[in-house]
């Protein structure tokens, strides 16, 4: 069955550092998102991306955060200058119908 | 604006013990979704159920079964006979209704299964 997949599980960084956080959506899939979860509390939607652009985006992407669909099948987010509050579990997301299917999470950690 | 309530934070149930979950949802929209996802300790996001706003019919799926009810905006979530397995955190969502929006969580109930 196909999976949405997320590179790395973990990724400890500095702050200030620029960290980019890799998902590979399943394939005939047309929306892609990011999602992230601080520790301990709930899902909170970051931005969608749809034909090759940013569909919707939510107050938390603001300048510091980019995506990009680089070829056919990655789907990155970046961030530029990591904070500490920028700790997080982050999801991909992507779907074609109506449900969205997760990848497994990238755990940011800021130090 | 859409919001999700989940009010129960955490609820603890010996195995076996049915146990339901809360889900209250505010919307202006007429054409919407609504999804539960189970979050086990390992951390991943697992997709239960999706219900769009014209199907009140309840599902069972197994041990699992959804009472949908839009004259109380809930949709509430029934786990029969709990096992340890069903241990997770689980969250309600809520969509409108093009497919490349966003899911909208509510904060999610932790359920513990003791044996």
């Known amino acids: 069955e196909p999976e949405v997949t997320q590179t790395p599980s973990h990724q400890v960084t500095q702050m200030g550092q620029e960290v980019i956080l890799r998902c590979v959506p399943i394939?005939?899939?047309?929306?892609f998102y990011w999602y992230r979860q601080i520790l301990g509390q709930k899902v909170e939607f970051l931005v969608s991306?749809?034909?090759?652009?940013?569909?919707?985006k939510s107050e938390i992407f603001d300048d510091q955060f980019s995506v990009e669909r680089p070829d056919g099948s990655n789907f990155t987010l970046k961030i530029r200058s990591t904070k500490l509050e920028d700790s997080a579990m982050y999801f991909c997301?992507?779907?074609?119908?109506?449900?969205?299917?997760f990848g497994p999470g990238t755990r940011l950690t800021v130090l | 604006a859409q919001k999700v309530t989940q009010a129960q934070t955490e609820i603890s149930v010996v195995e076996k013990e049915d146990v339901t979950l809360d889900c209250v949802y505010e919307?202006?929209?007429?054409?919407?979704?609504l999804f539960w996802y189970k979050q086990p300790p390992s951390g991943e996001l697992v997709f239960l159920i999706r219900?769009?706003?014209?199907?009140?019919q309840n599902e069972i799926s197994g041990r699992y079964s959804w009472n949908f009810q839009k004259s109380t905006s809930s949709f509430n979530f029934t786990i029969t006979a709990s096992q340890v397995v069903d241990s997770a955190v689980y969250f309600c969502?809520?969509?409108?209704?093009?497919?490349?929006?966003?899911?909208?969580f509510g904060k999610g109930t932790s359920l513990l299964v003791t044996p």
């Open positions: 997301a992507s779907n074609q119908g109506d449900t969205q299917y």
């Open positions: 394939s005939n899939h047309l929306y």
């Open positions: 991306f749809y034909n090759n652009e940013i569909s919707e």
């Open positions: 919307t202006r929209d007429t054409t919407y979704y």
């Open positions: 219900r769009n706003s014209f199907d009140e």
């Open positions: 969502a809520l969509r409108a209704s093009n497919p490349g929006y966003a899911l909208n």
